[in-house]
């Protein structure tokens, strides 16, 4: 988990009643911009990190045939990021080719990720917004130090050794799991096998209210029609009478939906009559991305939004290979920077998995993600009506930062993901 002193501290510069004596907290007022510059190495890897995130969810989604699809890609990046730490050679210059980051040296990526997580989750008090990183080694085998000392110094990781014999050991890293996404996410391990020999874990946890809620009173049972063109009833949320950050092409409809102090937004990508789902997500690239949100302007409609509730889970490995990081699945992987063992035996990654979670309702959204690299050796005013397949993605608005990517075929659907488990290690 993130440094316990360090959070302490934040918390109570942010919230003054909970430890000043009860005094009210002062309402910060809107946010429009970011409380300091980006550096250019942060600029570097938001972007890096964004151009990565919609390649992933785009190989994702054409691989899935199940209706709904939600990915984080700043809890890949970084769970990626702190493994990168122990490889070495074509298998790092593997990792960080796609990873997007071809142009970072190791302690620029490193540094803007410390520096950015520490930005993200202070932006907007209105908003939580909680990163934590974990490493669990299994006992008796060697590691070395150096791996360690970076992923604590940069990613403020809690480093654990574990004995990945006894029978509870997953439930072990089960438990932090869930501790470090306030419940939503309470398995990320079936088992622990006897060739793993590390975990890292990445967790995200995002909650944010509306800045402006839906009443409860005004949801109705309205049809959505799926991609196959039947129909399922779904509860529809509403909002008319506003104004709200809009953009209208051939290809699409999209609106942007703002929490807390205006730092966080979700923006909802509907497909134009004609196209479908499918399309949409095989088009939307980082200057794609680029483009929709130049091109949001102030318009007045009338809202509806599907409440909707989706946990997810899809296994990585086949993506990330594709995008350029075959090597470090294989054989020939060189972690020789995570553990001696590497020099005489093949150290390789097992699997990459995440895990999600994202409900959206009247109040707001809550959403996790975890990601667990295991390491092994072998004349009614215009309306935006979201009643078929669409997208959405939770950003930070000023810095750019994608925090996750969903697409939604089935509101009603409550559990999606293939759920396989990974191939044998080290082919």
């Given at each position: 988990m993130r440094n316990p002193a360090r959070i302490s501290i934040l918390a109570c510069a942010l919230v003054a009643a909970g430890c000043q004596g009860g005094e009210d907290v002062v309402d910060p007022g809107p946010i429009d911009e970011l409380p300091r510059a980006l550096t250019l190495a942060e600029q570097q890897i938001i972007r890096s990190s964004n151009v990565f995130g919609f390649d992933l969810f785009r190989r994702v989604h054409a691989s899935e045939t199940g209706a709904n699809v939600f990915v984080s890609p700043l809890s890949a990046s970084m769970a990626l990021g702190m493994t990168m730490n122990g490889a070495a050679g074509d298998t790092w210059e593997g990792m960080r080719a796609a990873l997007r980051m071809q142009d970072l040296a190791e302690l620029q990526i490193n540094e803007s990720f410390r520096d950015l997580e520490e930005l993200l989750v202070t932006v907007d008090p209105r908003v939580t917004l909680q990163i934590a990183n974990s490493v669990w080694s299994r006992q008796g085998i060697p590691f070395e130090p150096a791996f360690f000392t970076a992923l604590t110094d940069y990613f403020g990781a809690e480093a654990r050794e574990l004995d990945f014999g006894a029978p509870g050991a997953a439930d072990v890293i089960n438990q932090w799991a869930s501790d470090a996404t306030n419940g939503l996410i309470r398995k990320v391990l079936d088992r622990v096998e006897a060739h793993h020999i590390m975990f890292l874990l990445n967790a995200v946890y995002f909650k944010g209210q509306w800045q402006r809620p839906f009443d409860p009173d005004d949801t109705r049972s309205t049809p959505f029609t799926r991609a196959d063109g039947t129909q399922v009833q779904v509860p529809m949320m509403s909002l008319t009478g506003l104004s709200w950050p809009y953009a209208r092409t051939q290809d699409y409809e999209a609106l942007e939906l703002s929490y807390g102090g205006?730092?966080?937004?979700?923006?909802?990508?509907?497909?134009?009559?004609?196209?479908?789902?499918?399309?949409?997500?095989?088009?939307?690239?980082?200057?794609a991305w680029d483009a929709l949100v130049a091109g949001l302007d102030s318009a007045r409609l009338e809202v509806g939004l599907p409440r909707f509730r989706l946990a997810y889970e899809t296994l990585l490995n086949r993506p990330l290979m594709d995008m350029g990081m075959a090597r470090a699945f294989s054989s020939a992987a060189d972690f020789t920077r995570l553990t001696p063992l590497a020099r005489t035996d093949p150290v390789c990654i097992h699997f990459v998995k995440q895990n999600t979670f994202v409900e959206v309702n009247e109040e707001g959204t809550e959403a996790a993600a975890v990601t667990t690299v295991g390491v092994s050796v072998t004349s009614l005013p215009p309306s935006f009506i979201?009643?078929?397949p669409f997208l959405f993605v939770i950003r930070e608005r000023f810095s750019g930062t994608v925090l996750f990517i969903g697409a939604i075929g089935d509101p009603a659907l409550e559990e999606a993901g293939p759920g396989?488990?990974?191939?044998?290690?080290?082919?």
């Open positions: 205006g730092a966080y937004a979700m923006t909802v990508v509907l497909p134009a009559q004609g196209r479908t789902l499918a399309d949409l997500a095989a088009s939307l690239d980082a200057p979201v009643d078929r396989e488990d990974p191939p044998p290690p080290c082919q």
